[in-house]
């Protein structure tokens, strides 16, 4: 008895707990869905977002709305397909999403984007803060539907240990260098894999010509057999931990890896790379749009947007993370100096007393925060490439299919390993042996015990008589 | 000399079965956030842990959904026992018991799909979000596939049991359902705890169904450890499995002591 | 209580077991559009590489583990009966930190770069990683014996330790040698351990997405990864005709297996 009324006062508890935050009608839950790690969340220290919102909002802004509440329900994704998949699949309503460049174009074509409903924003509006090259771009040119969170390219990381010098030609070649074979990684999602052989190549990555991604298709193949493996973020365990040598990927990720790992380097490939930008959008399913725009607001605020560049290592569009206009710079100065010494204090500090850091060392943290700030601010565009042809467009519904079916393709091409093929077939055949072994025996077995019955009641009648 | 062999073939084993659940321990205390190279002891990754607000939800979330799960599909688990030994048709029998093990033959990929679309069809049919019916599509996947376990501990138990004692109480005077809370249910009670743990267990550990599953509002634990070891897994979730590990082995270690003292002979482990 | 009491489960069963399930094959043949199509079965050839792999992969790993574990349960079993508790304990407890998280952690330990490796460089005096193991065939099967061992060994050492010792002494003193004894006596008599433990094993070997992404090194696809990666699409027909034709092909083989072990059943099970 005593057991039972333990399990009813576990499940008195559970219900109660979860009721409690269901209750309360005054309370409006927020869901904002976002790629894993890519907030600031309060962790060790830093500034819990999230949180933050709450607090302002609650405060600041709740009589505005009719006294409500705010709680972010915070969850996330890993890449722009899973979020795709539940935002159509029906499975959930969400109020803010941070889906890249061509997910935004498929998502405002499939009706899945509302436009932003400015006009009633309750609090003052931060949209000014965003940098001119980070608005109006070809996903969203008229800034209907989207505000821009990071930015970034892609690049070649390599580690200065394991590769040598001469062989750092400033090129895409790198990841197909046979001198490196079973140390260099590749995308694990066709989209930036693919990417990676059409620039070096010159092929156009929007292209709509079957034939073009065939091509691609064809380098691709190539490459399998130098590589150690098709990786999505597993790439920060094998680049820190020094698995592999070679790995393209976003320059963002590159200052988290950079900061971990010192013998780490990284350049943009002269045949042109790809652009991208993360965006904030509503979604149709949200129920508070008005309030999903306030967090949006919330983010481009200094605090937010500082703390988030600080923490993720992408770029941020903020003009308090990196403003390079001298008009504008008595506003935004000193929010970018604040940035660069928390860059250089907390990433790349390496001393023994964290408290009294050597000049020395100062010193040293300095300049990798300012390489690090030059190489995600200050880049220069090779060739006459501009935005439009650096961006991934969403494709047509025919590409998409045939590209799906060429990865396939490559992910079968050359893994044939025969002792797996030998190793199964021995089994699957012993097993078959045997079974059809033990079912003879079994059968003559009974026959043999049939036999001797009849003969036993032959034998025992014949006594009897 | 023999005695010896073997010894030595389980030690050797039960090694390779811990060495990394011991490095997971070992990292759990490493200094940086590196899985590869222990730099120096700290209990940074706890103090991450505790102040992690969404690990606490999940966490939060996950008890919930195993506490919720296990009684209920004890309950009818139970109750589906008894109606399955009652069961005087053959074919009937056998064909209920054949459905009930589907969930646990089929793998578990398309029990979680199947299950998404028909809670997709079911929320489109109600003109409802999915997020609304979020958790109880949860909680109703999570019941369902601990019920053949809970079937399978319980009705073996019962079978042993026979009608016997239960005819008996019926001669003195009780109803039939008094004969059943009285008198069988204590006597099944071993199969019935036992089967209860296994649905908690599971619940607690299911990552495939709840995947798929899942709605934006309700994360539990092995989905947000998902979403990490897509980008990468710090420390923190090793310190979260350390605590786990420790918190289960004192449980066991407990619950072992206090069986010794009641029944000497019961084998734990999945049964089928 | 009567049958009735199992009708709260069999409306259970009904709705959220068979359902689904024929939602999986309404989805199956259908397009995009709704309407009736086959192309998603006929296009399914594409896959036949995929599917060989990962049934080759099963099947290794699943001989593995019975070859590995069978020992094991014996020996866990012949143990003292008070060592037995806690072999099964220690069998148990790996199984409670989450598979996502000791697979990421076996991969942490076996990478290039992991500490397996850094620890034999340092021993040979080289540069060059000595074991590569991540991004291989071999480490999805060490990953998938690895994770699924404790449901090989469990139910094959239920059966083990219920066979009565007098069967041993019985059966050499009517001249068997050891070998035989084993091979006439103790694999019989635990065969239905076996049947179960095997297909404990193979179902979720058969049908794994995580292990294969996180030791495959992503540059082979199984049948798994390639179902996740039809629904991300949003491509959920031919999603469904994969997963219905793993399926089918499962339930098949178990159903083989069973009455292979029925058979035995009838039969008395011991070949003498």
């Known amino acids: 008895m005593k057991r039972i009324s333990a399990l009813i006062f576990v499940l008195l508890i559970a219900i109660s707990a979860f009721s409690s935050c269901k209750g309360d009608e005054k309370t409006v839950t927020l869901n904002v869905y976002n790629w894993g790690e890519y907030i600031s969340d309060g962790s060790d220290g830093s500034f819990n977002t999230n949180k933050e919102f709450e607090n302002y909002f609650n405060r600041f802004l709740s009589e505005k709305y009719g006294g409500i509440k705010v709680k972010v329900n915070y969850t996330t994704y890993p890449t722009n397909e899973d979020m795709y998949s539940k935002l159509v699949s029906g499975s959930g309503s969400y109020d803010v999403v941070f889906p890249s460049d061509y997910m935004i174009e498929k998502l405002i074509s499939e009706d899945i984007l509302i436009p932003l409903p400015w006009s009633n924003l309750k609090s ?3 949209f000014h803060t965003i940098d001119t090259d980070y608005i109006s771009q070809p996903y969203d040119p008229d800034n209907l539907y989207t505000v821009a969170y990071t930015f970034g390219r892609t690049g070649i990381i390599y580690n200065t240990t394991m590769v040598d010098e001469e062989d750092i030609d400033g090129s895409w070649g790198l990841l197909w260098n046979p001198k ?8 694990n999602n066709p989209r930036d894999a693919f990417g990676t052989a059409m620039y070096w190549k010159d092929i156009d990555i929007n292209s709509d010509d079957e034939e073009d991604w065939n091509e691609a298709l064809r380098i691709l193949k190539d490459q399998k057999q130098y590589l150690q493996g098709y990786v999505n973020d597993e790439i920060f365990d094998k680049m820190t931990g020094e698995s592999a040598a070679i790995a393209p990927y976003f320059v963002g990720d590159f200052v988290t890896m950079y900061s971990e790992n010192d013998n780490l380097a990284f350049y943009y490939p002269e045949e042109g790379t790809n652009v991208f930008v993360d965006a904030m959008c509503i979604p149709t399913s949200s129920k508070n749009p008005e309030i999903a725009l306030e967090y949006i607001n919330f983010m481009l605020s200094p605090d937010a947007a500082i703390a988030n560049a600080l923490f993720l290592g992408y770029a941020s569009p903020s003009r308090y993370v990196y403003n390079d206009d001298p008009l504008l710079d008595e506003i935004y100065g000193e929010y970018n100096s604040e940035y660069m010494e928390s860059l250089a204090f907390d990433y790349f500090l390496d001393a023994e007393d964290e408290e009294n850091p050597t000049e020395e060392e100062l010193k040293v943290a ?4 300012d390489s690090i700030f030059n190489l ?6 090779p060739g006459n490439y501009s935005h439009e042809i650096l961006f991934y467009r969403n494709f047509t519904p025919e590409i998409q299919r045939h590209v799906n079916s060429l990865w396939e393709e490559l992910k079968i091409h050359g893994t044939e390993e025969l002792w797996v093929h030998i190793t199964s077939a021995v089994l699957v055949g012993t097993i078959l042996i045997f079974a059809i072994y033990s079912a003879v025996v079994k059968k003559k077995r009974s026959k043999d015990y049939r036999m001797r019955d009849k003969a036993l009641k032959v034998t025992k009648s014949g006594n009897s008589n | 000399m023999r005695k010896y062999a073997w010894r030595i073939y389980m030690a050797i084993i039960f090694a390779i079965l811990y060495i990394p659940i011991l490095t997971l321990i070992v990292f759990s205390f490493n200094d940086s956030a590196s899985t590869a190279d222990f730099t120096g002891f700290s209990l940074d990754w706890y103090r991450e842990l505790f102040s992690s607000a969404e690990t606490f939800t999940a966490l939060r979330n996950t008890l919930i959904l195993a506490v919720l799960s296990s009684l209920i599909s004890t309950v009818i688990g139970t109750a589906a026992a008894e109606g399955i030994y009652k069961m005087k048709n053959k074919l009937v029998r056998k064909s209920v018991i054949s459905v009930t093990n589907i969930p646990m033959m089929n793998p578990e990929i398309v029990t979680g799909m199947s299950m998404m679309l028909f809670f997709v069809a079911v929320a489109g049919f109600l003109r409802v979000e999915y997020e609304t ?8 996947a999570h019941v369902t596939f601990c019920l053949p376990y809970v079937i399978l501990s319980v009705l073996p138990r019962i079978n042993e049991l026979g009608d016997s004692l239960s005819e008996a109480a019926l001669d003195l005077g009780c109803t039939p359902l008094q004969a059943f809370f009285k008198v069988k249910l204590p006597n099944i009670m071993p199969g019935v705890i036992s089967g209860m743990t296994m649905a908690f267990t599971l619940s607690l550990d299911d990552f495939v169904i709840s995947y798929f599953v899942g709605s934006s509002n309700f994360q539990t634990l092995p989905l947000l450890i998902y979403s990490m070891t897509k980008k990468k897994v710090t420390p923190d979730m090793y310190a979260l499995s350390t605590l786990i590990v420790f918190a289960v082995f004192v449980l066991l270690v407990i619950s072992n002591m206090k069986k010794d003292k009641n029944s000497p002979k019961r084998h734990g482990g999945r049964k089928r | 209580m009567h049958s009735i009491a199992a009708a709260p489960h069999i409306f259970w069963a009904v709705l959220f077991i ?3 399930l024929l939602i999986v094959l309404f989805y199956a043949f259908t397009d995009k559009a709704g309407s009736f199509s086959i192309w998603n079965i006929v296009a399914l050839g594409d896959y036949m590489p ?11 790993a699943t001989f593995i583990c019975l070859v590995i574990g069978y020992p094991l349960a014996y020996a866990i079993a012949r143990s003292k009966p008070e060592h037995q508790k806690i072999f099964i304990l220690m069998l148990m407890l790996p199984m409670w930190t989450n598979l996502l998280i000791r697979t990421y952690s076996i991969m942490a ?16 005096g080289t540069d060059e990683p000595v074991l590569h193991i991540i991004g291989t065939k071999g480490a999805v099967i060490f990953g998938m014996v690895y994770d699924f061992l404790p449901y090989m060994v469990l139910p094959i050492y239920t059966c083990v330790s219920k066979i009565d010792k007098h069967m041993w002494e019985a059966a050499s003193d009517l001249g068997c040698s050891p070998v035989k004894v084993m091979t006439k006596v103790i694999l019989p008599l635990s065969s239905s351990g076996i049947i179960s433990g095997v297909t404990m094993v193979l179902v979720p070997c058969i049908s794994t997405f995580y292990i294969s992404q996180k030791l495959g090194g992503g540059t082979f696809e199984l049948i798994g990864d390639t179902i996740e990666r039809q629904f991300l699409n949003g491509a959920r027909n031919i999603g469904a005709a994969i997963s219905l034709v793993m399926m089918i092909l499962i339930l098949i083989s178990l159903a083989i297996m069973n009455k292979f072990t029925d058979a035995d059943g009838e039969d008395g099970g011991i070949i003498v």
């Open chain 3, 109 to 124: 330990l076996l990478d290039d770069g992991g500490f397996v490796n850094s620890v034999l460089m340092k021993l040979f």
């Open chain 3, 18 to 20: 068979v359902l689904p």
């Open chain 3, 50 to 60: 995929i599917f060989l792999t990962s049934i080759e992969l099963a099947v290794i």
């Open chain 1, 366 to 369: 300095e300049e990798k925060a």
């Open chain 1, 124 to 126: 003052e509006s931060n």
């Open chain 1, 180 to 187: 490196y074979s079973g140390r260099i990684l590749q995308f």
């Open chain 1, 376 to 381: 995600l601010y200050n880049y220069e565009d």
């Open chain 2, 133 to 140: 019916i979020g958790f109880w599509a949860m909680l109703i």
